[in-house]
């Protein structure tokens, strides 16, 4: 008997193996696939590492989350070199994050059957299934095939390596209780904030195991109740508590935000009510042409009386509380479910992020799986045997559908066409075709794309900032006023987007290194106060201090000294940042003004962030700067 369990555990451990090999062949022709979305915005910096400095400095300024996730920068810093070389050594590493996760889980999955009484070779069987039908799944691929969702995998891989230290030390109750709670405490402080600081949705890790403990795992009875009830309330309860406290207070959205996001807290929560049943249909059927990037267009639920959205939240209360219920008497089916809403409480409730993202699911939907291998292969033998015929078929047809789905990532090219065709009214997708089209096709192509797209959706009419950005690139001596005009008028109804801001600034960059009939830089200045007339983006303080940048940046272009410092001093009021350190301190210093510029420097050391990474950085650039204004005196002291 010992001989067999040991045999079908080697065997478990091949089939996974294979399936990890099977992964990887899946996954490669993504290889080729090229940066997207937000790579460029969060890892362009990696341009500039080239010396120890640098790169700390890149590792330390993260701006994605309010940690800074330095352990996903560290990683990306680490692959510097390849930066000009494109995205394949990036995806490289993503893919074998991925496949170590896959790895991870299967032995957290075997330690967790193990301590619900599950003999060996069983456990390892539906571990080893459970992962295999996890890695292979198609929902999860934009999670490794988007560079910068390494922060969401490796904030995973640092999750299950805290899950599977904890339940290695619950495993040691029985021996050494004491050492074991001392272990299981160890594991949760440690892997949460390793996890965190890749990504904060690793704070989720005491969430995930307050959900087994609640279901398939018992009460230990080597430890009192009042021991386990106080550890359980300080590790478990407490940080559950407190994200809830937290997700409490970002329920009431501001003016601004409600104008950005076209939806308030409530009709968040109600529309990911029906998001999320969605990703679990996508995750059952996997259809590759159903999957992607480009999902911002997703219809907003705008009251519970939408016949859709009332089922789907009505299912999700029944389910919930039936969850709770039901916990000990049906641990599998409240694991699933637990563990779903679980992994989601972050980003698909209230917080004002965007709608929809497949990469959210990466660690949401471990427990739905583990679950349904569970009761396939552990309940009868009817169902183990409907389970032998149904899993090869899910894999063979998730590694199908992977592979198609990889391919097409890989053609970046082909890609752009058919996320514009499958998602015509994306803005995102459509400005992706757009690029490839002016790089393969011409500008006159890549245009006209942007002037239908903009015709049938005239919310999103800011693009024509690109057109006007490119004509003046490739037909500087043509009068351009006309669609300037056109332009401006459209500019007060446009959606709020943070791209409407970096278009103008790119347009003043080129306006200002060259001639551009009937664009100037006065022509930037009436766009941008068009825009910044447009109720959506009226009140927003980020837009605001980024509108007083820009106009502090074509003041200075104008050679106009006062204006720039009053619309420095106007963004400066919207909060610092190492920009607007270094615009304020050579705008001063280069106009002589030293002893204003070492005032301001002081006032900023004063400033700064709570963060003490991001403190540690913004030091740093203040002593670079207060160098720069120091040698720039004594040059004008020796300069007769």
Request: net charge negative.
């Given at each position: 008997m010992k001989n067999?369990?040991?045999?079908?555990?080697r065997l478990s451990l091949l089939g996974l193996v294979f399936v990890l090999l099977l992964t990887w062949f899946c996954y490669r022709p993504a290889l080729s696939g090229a940066f997207l979305l937000d790579d460029l915005s969060n890892l362009g910096g990696l341009a500039r590492v080239d010396d120890s400095r640098s790169f700390v400095n890149f590792v330390l300024s993260g701006r994605a989350g309010p940690l800074g996730r330095p352990m996903a920068?560290?990683?990306?810093a680490m692959q510097a070199d390849h930066w000009e070389q494109g995205a394949h050594a990036f995806l490289r590493v993503n893919i074998l994050i991925h496949m170590i996760n896959a790895a991870l889980l299967a032995w957290c999955l075997y330690a967790l059957a193990l301590l619900h009484s599950v003999e060996k070779r069983r456990a390892a069987f539906v571990a080893a299934t459970a992962a295999s039908i996890w890695v292979l799944m198609p929902l999860l691929a934009p999670a490794t095939l988007l560079v910068v969702q390494r922060m969401t995998t490796l904030s995973a891989l640092f999750v299950l390596l805290g899950l599977a230290a904890y339940l290695?030390?619950?495993?040691r109750l029985p021996v050494k209780p004491g050492m074991a709670l001392i272990g299981m405490s160890a594991s949760l402080v440690v892997a949460t904030a390793l996890a965190a600081f890749a990504k904060e949705t690793g704070v989720l890790l005491p969430v995930f195991v307050l959900v087994l403990e609640a279901t398939v795992l018992d009460r230990p009875k080597e430890v009192t109740n009042r021991l386990w009830r106080v550890w359980r309330a300080t590790f478990l309860l407490l940080p559950t508590m407190a994200?809830?406290?937290?997700?409490?207070?970002?329920?009431?959205?501001?003016?601004?935000?409600?104008?950005?996001?076209?939806?308030?807290g409530w009709e968040r929560l109600l529309t990911e009510a029906r998001i999320l049943w969605l990703y679990l249909f996508k995750a059952l059927v996997g259809l590759p042409g159903q999957l992607g990037v480009f999902h911002n267009d997703y219809p907003i639920s705008r009251t519970l009386f939408q016949p859709l959205t009332f089922l789907a939240c009505g299912a999700w209360v029944g389910t919930f509380v039936a969850a709770l219920v039901w916990r000990r008497r049906y641990p599998l089916f409240a694991l699933a479910v637990l563990w779903y809403v679980a992994g989601h409480v972050l980003e698909s409730t209230v917080l004002s992020l965007e709608l929809y993202f497949e990469h959210r699911n990466y660690l949401p939907l471990v427990g739905p799986v583990f679950a349904l291998c569970s009761i396939l292969f552990l309940r009868s033998d009817q169902l183990r045997r409907a389970g032998m015929m149904i899993v090869p078929v899910v894999l063979?047809?998730?590694?199908?559908?992977?592979?198609?789905?990889?391919?097409?990532?890989?053609?970046p090219s082909v890609a752009s066409r058919y996320w514009a065709i499958t998602n015509p009214t994306s803005v995102r997708a459509v400005s992706n075709l757009a690029m490839y089209q002016q790089a393969e096709e011409g500008y006159a192509q890549a245009l006209n794309t942007i002037d239908r797209f903009t015709l049938e959706n005239p919310r999103f009419a800011y693009l024509k900032i690109v057109e006007v950005n490119i004509?003046?690139?490739?037909?500087?001596?043509?009068?351009?006023?006309?669609?300037?005009?056109?332009t401006e008028k459209l500019l007060a109804q446009v959606d709020f987007s943070y791209n409407a801001g970096d278009m103008l600034s790119q347009l003043s960059d080129t306006v200002a290194s060259g001639e551009c009939q009937g664009v100037t830089l006065e022509t930037v200045v009436r766009l941008a106060d068009q825009l910044r007339g447009n109720w959506r983006y009226?009140?927003?303080?980020?837009?605001i201090q980024f509108h007083h940048k820009l106009m502090a940046g074509i003041a200075r272009r104008s050679g106009d000294y006062a204006a720039t410092l009053d619309k420095l001093e106007k963004a400066i009021a919207f909060g610092l940042s190492s920009e607007l350190n270094t615009m304020m301190a050579t705008t001063l210093s280069g106009a002589g003004n030293f002893d204003a510029a070492y005032e301001f420097l002081d006032s900023a050391e004063a400033r700064k962030p709570w963060n003490p990474l991001r403190a540690l950085v913004w030091q740093w650039n203040l002593d670079e700067l207060r160098n720069y204004v120091e040698e720039l005196e004594k040059y004008s002291s020796e300069v007769p």
């Open positions: 067999l369990t040991l045999a079908s555990r920068l560290w990683s990306f290695i030390a619950r495993s994200i809830i406290a937290y997700l409490s207070t970002r329920v009431s959205y501001p003016d601004w935000l409600i104008a950005r996001r076209d939806f308030n063979f047809v998730n590694a199908w559908f992977l592979f198609s789905f990889a391919s097409l990532w890989g053609e004509l003046c690139r490739i037909a500087p001596d043509q009068d351009h006023g006309q669609l300037v005009a056109d009226a009140d927003d303080p980020v837009y």
